[in-house]
């Protein structure tokens, strides 16, 4: 009995039928006769001696029928292009949703047809291309993992009518803009797929069940492209920046009056090197990001983190990526390329009232080679930035300069081997960065090199329904004692903690290496049953952040996940799904650090609503990181909540809505909920309103450690903490408006207002406890004064123990917006007019008082910039 119910868990009566890539559907390329003109009406005659692919089943609403509504597919072969032609029939045409979208806007919300190419035919990575009946255009590069990266925007055209028999669309892809092996008959992979949004029907050429795991490899064929010629093409892409700025001076300030205007230009460059390689290189390049980053109030001993928006280092960025894992639940690990290193703040400020230094580092030059190669693929990026200085009026009133970032060389490699038809890669990488520290300054901030290496697996087996992934890393920083003292003593390890008897804290160290390793065993598919198990591990010494991003290291953790997935319709859902995870955490000392139950359920009902719910324990178990470098305190455990309603996105309003409650022992509690409104006034308008609230009481909040003698429990320092009411709220608009597919315009704008109110200050009374004595009630005696100051005497017995806290209170305000006009006016070429406005304001209140901060926040100055940014594409 038990040995059947662990093989219905594991699937193993529901093993799917083996799948050959000989069994795809084909669609055969006819050779182009005559010119074709693009432009959404099939009538040239090459078109009628195409054989039609039209036999398409849907995925959606009802898996594995035909779809509802008829679709030819033509495919014609040029000398130098691919197109394709779909007559996409409708029985009634006047309900076609025909939205008018920005270039490579999610098409979720329109009918729509899409083509992914697998130039290559390696089975794993694709190109996407699609066309709505408005004529609105998006083009995506499939990875290896699925994901779809947009920021690729190859130079092509499509064009869409609507007629009585429904609509037509019409491709022309130059075989420049894709990546191929020279053959002497060529095969594809191709993928078609019709969208019919008022009925939720997505249907497919090649059509693969739910219960399978679906994606590049289950492609069908493209065949009749004959011997296809290598397009070995240069592109080049100028641009010309004129960039005006206007914010308020400051009176005594020498290096700003007001305003400041500049003009540059550079080069993008781009050769094919061969049929699936090519080289990319800038020279003096425009890096600028259109869209600001969010504001957030980070009170944790951990960076934040900012999604990469420059489209030089996002496209193609799927050649580099290391390590995936496919299984369901896991913990953050170790980003072995994270590109906004490149090109980042400046290190120092010199520290004086009046300052002049640059918001990033400027890149000098930046290239990349990336592609696919007799069953390898591989990136390689190489980047240099400049050394930067920053000027500063001293206490004397002279003007000086000092070096405030370093000549600095950044370098990626990523190579992978393709074997089984894609269905097992195995792969390198390695990563440095070199420094030139030409000041004592900056050898005492800055590593002087920092090296990654590392090989990952991924293998899958039974038509991809099982895999296991793998990988092993390590790393290597060099530097001055100071800066490897302070890798040890950062928040990502703590070296010096007291009772870390597992750490070797050495402060005259000049290097630290470590490493990190994973492994996880997943079942992807299956009528119903799916799970995945994965271990983790980073070890203490590992350190990536030089071009990476690394939150913590001395981690072990193991996950697990199991899911029950019922996507056919009921007779109350049309789908749900439940899953269920546990995790466990330690460090390499052994101290479990977390233990945790999850679980969740998603359905959609027949109305296309859907909803989430989540719930979760935790555990009482240790913690590391509370005391921010001193012994371990305990984690009372907590639970959480979490659910979220979405209305019917096909309405011309709809709603996304959540609400999440925590609840820790210890007297801690978050309480948040954020919405997001929808609104569709018109077939080329969407706007989008966010409002989000986060209310936080933190029972433990770190406030400062003071060494003290006789805290002789607390290994001779008193570690300070206090209650902590955080209140946070935002308000985010999002406007699209599209006037043709090559004119749009975007608006992006945030408000925040967020507090802080620190109370019940309080000592951290012994290791492996959440117990603390509150001053001025259980112990000692705390005075505030009329600045604000805390001077806090532990013992009560005098001055001569007494230290003092600052007023940490605050009030956070701020306001950004982004407005761009965007035109394509040639294939790849754009000119974008662009408005940032961004002002903000901070005080030392504490208390959650939206009038008073929003008065305060418009009483404060505003930046504006203006840019207007041109681009010419060309293609010799």
């Not at 859907?610 to 009372?636: E, K, M, N, Q």
């Not at 959650?848 to 010799?876: I, S």
């Amino acid at each position: 009995m038990i040995a059947s119910w662990l093989m219905l868990i594991a699937g193993v009566p529901q093993t799917p039928a083996v799948y050959r890539h000989a069994d795809a559907p084909e669609i055969r390329a006819a050779p182009l006769r005559r010119s074709v003109r693009v432009d959404g009406v099939l009538d040239e005659s090459s078109w009628s001696r195409a054989t039609p692919a039209v036999v398409f089943t849907q995925r959606d609403p009802d898996e594995g029928a035909l779809a509802s509504e008829r679709t030819e597919v033509r495919v014609l072969i040029g000398d130098d292009a691919l197109y394709i032609g779909a007559r996409l029939f409708d029985r009634d045409p006047g309900r076609i949703v025909g939205r008018l979208t920005r270039r490579d806007a999610p098409l979720d919300e329109t009918d729509a047809f899409l083509v992914f190419l697998d130039s290559y035919h390696d089975h794993l990575t694709a190109f996407g291309f699609a066309v709505t009946p408005a004529g609105a255009v998006r083009d995506v590069v499939v990875g290896a993992d699925g994901e779809e990266d947009e920021s690729w925007d190859g130079v092509w055209e499509a064009a869409a009518t609507i007629d009585s028999l429904g609509w037509v669309a019409e491709m022309r892809i130059p075989l420049s803009q894709l990546r191929y092996r020279r053959q002497s008959d060529a095969v594809w992979g191709i993928q078609l797929v019709r969208r019919i949004f008022r009925k939720q029907e997505s249907s497919y050429f090649a059509f693969t069940p739910k219960a399978e795991e679906a994606g590049v490899s289950r492609y069908g064929h493209l065949t009749g492209l004959g011997e296809l010629a290598v397009q070995e093409r240069l592109e080049l892409l100028p641009h010309t920046v004129v960039r005006g700025e206007r914010s308020p001076a400051e009176p005594g300030d020498p290096f700003w009056n007001g305003s400041r205007g500049s003009l540059g230009a550079g080069l993008e460059g781009k050769y094919r090197v061969s049929g699936g390689v090519a080289l990319n290189a800038t020279i003096n390049p425009d890096f600028g990001q259109v869209e600001a980053d969010p504001a957030v109030v980070n009170l944790t001993a951990y960076e934040t983190r900012y999604e990469e928006k420059r489209p030089f280092f996002i496209e193609g960025a799927d050649f580099f990526r290391f390590g995936r894992l496919r299984a369901g639940h896991t913990a953050d690990a170790p980003e072995y390329f994270f590109s906004r290193r490149i090109g980042r703040e400046p290190t120092l400020e010199p520290d004086y009232d009046f300052i002049d230094i640059p918001d990033v580092t400027t890149i000098i030059g930046a290239g990349k080679v990336t592609g696919k190669t007799a069953g390898w693929s591989m990136g390689l990026l190489d980047a240099v930035t400049a050394e930067e200085h920053g000027r500063y009026l001293d206490d004397d009133g002279i003007v000086r300069t000092m070096p405030i970032e370093p000549l600095t060389n950044y370098f990626v490699g990523r190579a992978v081997r393709e074997l089984r038809g894609g269905n097992t890669t195995v792969g390198g990488f390695a990563t440095s960065v070199r420094r030139d520290l030409p000041t004592p300054d900056l050898e005492a901030e800055l590593r002087s090199s920092a090296v990654a290496f590392g090989m990952d697996l991924n293998h899958a087996w039974g038509n991809r329904t099982w895999a296991v992934d793998a990988s092993l890393t390590g790393s290597t920083i060099r530097g001055s004692a100071d800066v490897i003292n302070d890798a040890q003593r950062s928040s990502a390890r703590y070296y010096q903690r007291p009772d870390a008897t597992h750490l070797d804290y050495d402060p005259t160290r000049t290097s630290l290496s470590g490493h990190a390793a994973q492994l996880a065993l997943s079942k992807l598919a299956g009528l119903h049953w799916r799970w995945s198990a994965a271990y983790q591990e980073v070890s203490p010494g590992l350190e990536v952040n030089d071009l990476g991003f690394q939150r913590d290291a001395d981690r072990r953790v193991l996950g697990a996940q199991l899911e029950y997935r019922q996507q056919q319709p009921t007779r109350l859902l049309r789908t749900w799904q439940l899953s269920a995870s546990v995790d466990q955490e330690w460090n390499f000392g052994g101290d479990r650090l977390a233990r945790g139950l999850s679980a969740f359920v998603y359905t959609q009902l027949h109305s296309y609503w859907t909803v989430y719910g989540g719930v979760g324990h935790g555990f009482a178990s240790l913690d590391d990181r509370l005391t921010r470098s001193g012994p371990l305190a305990l984690d009372p455990g907590s639970w959480y909540v979490d659910a979220n309603v979405t209305t019917d996105d096909r309405k011309p309003v709809y709603l996304w809505s959540n609400l999440f409650l925590r609840r820790q022992g210890g007297g801690s509690w978050t309480t948040s909920g954020t919405a997001s409104l929808s609104l569709k006034p018109a077939r080329g308008v969407k706007l989008k309103i966010g409002p989000w609230f986060e209310i936080d009481q933190s029972a433990a909040q770190a406030v400062t450690r003071v060494a003290d003698t006789l805290a002789t429990a607390t290994y001779g320092r008193r570690y300070v903490f206090a209650t902590l009411k955080q209140v946070s709220t935002a308000l985010s608009t999002r406007l699209d408006w599209t006037f043709s597919p090559q004119l749009s315009l975007q608006f992006y704008g945030q408000l925040f207002v967020g507090s802080g109110e620190y109370h019940t200050y309080k000592e951290f009374d012994a290791p492996r406890t959440f117990d603390f004595s509150r001053y001025g009630i259980d112990r000692g005696v705390i005075v505030r004064d009329s600045s604000g100051v805390y001077t806090v005497d532990p013992d009560g017995d005098g001055p001569a123990e007494s230290f003092s806290i600052y007023d940490p209170n605050f009030n956070d305000r701020s306001l950004r917006a982004t407005t761009v006009l965007r035109w394509e006016y040639r294939p790849g070429s754009t000119i974008f007019l662009a408005w940032q406005h961004r002002r903000s304001d901070s005080a030392q209140v504490g208390d959650f008082r939206p009038g008073r901060d929003l008065g305060a926040l418009f009483d404060a100055g505003a930046t504006n910039v203006l840019v207007l940014k041109a681009t010419y594409w060309l293609g010799l």
